[in-house]
């Protein structure tokens, strides 16, 4: 969804690695390694293409935020999160034939309605409507989770929902690979 934003083709392919953070890596250095781990992955099975990896981690009240694998996770992690301050590390890496990778890293800090302001079932009922399964944190801020935010502080609004394409675009542009270059 965000990649067709830009006007370039792409082909979206899972590199089927291991996510798991190690001992005593801090969440950004998680999201850049999985984004390197990621791109070096495709970049093996497609050595002639232009890759970007991705990946985010979140972290708040010191503790990491990942995909909920059920509602009740879901709920947990909404519960942990209202009334306070998330931030959201999103890392792209990005292969291109003949270069050296370059990886960045972006942050976000999403700041949540009061507790008073969102209850149980408040939440309950958006982790219903909304199903935010598959993401860190369990809040689409592109979906109805926007409803739960009280303000999003960040360079780039893309790198909230998964990558940012202000950096993107950037790279794309040196690489010669952005729409808006006169032929």
């Known amino acids: 969804m965000l990649l067709e934003r830009l006007a370039v083709p792409f082909a979206c392919i899972s590199p089927h690695i291991d996510e798991s ?28 293409a232009f890759v970007i990896g991705s990946d985010q981690v979140a972290t708040c009240r010191g503790h990491r935020l990942g995909k909920p694998e059920s509602k009740e996770q879901a709920l947990v992690q909404l519960q942990l999160q209202r009334g306070g301050e998330t931030e959201f590390f999103t890392a ?23 507790e008073d302001e969102l209850s149980d079932a408040l939440l309950e009922r958006y982790i219903e409507l909304e199903r935010p399964l598959d993401c860190a944190g369990a809040a ?18 893309t790198a909230l929902i998964g990558l940012p394409l202000i950096v993107c675009s950037r790279v794309l542009n040196a690489w010669g690979l952005s729409p808006l270059r006169s032929s």
């Open 140 to 157: 689409k801020s592109e979906g109805l989770g926007i409803a739960l935010i009280s303000r999003i502080e960040g360079p780039d609004p």
């Open 92 to 114: 792209v890496c990005f292969i291109a034939p003949g270069q050296p990778p370059q990886s960045e890293i972006v942050s976000t800090r999403v700041i949540w309605r009061p």
């Open 21 to 48: 953070p190690l001992t005593g890596e801090s969440a950004p250095q998680t999201a850049l390694r999985l984004a390197r781990q990621k791109a070096e992955a495709i970049a093996k099975t497609r050595p002639e």
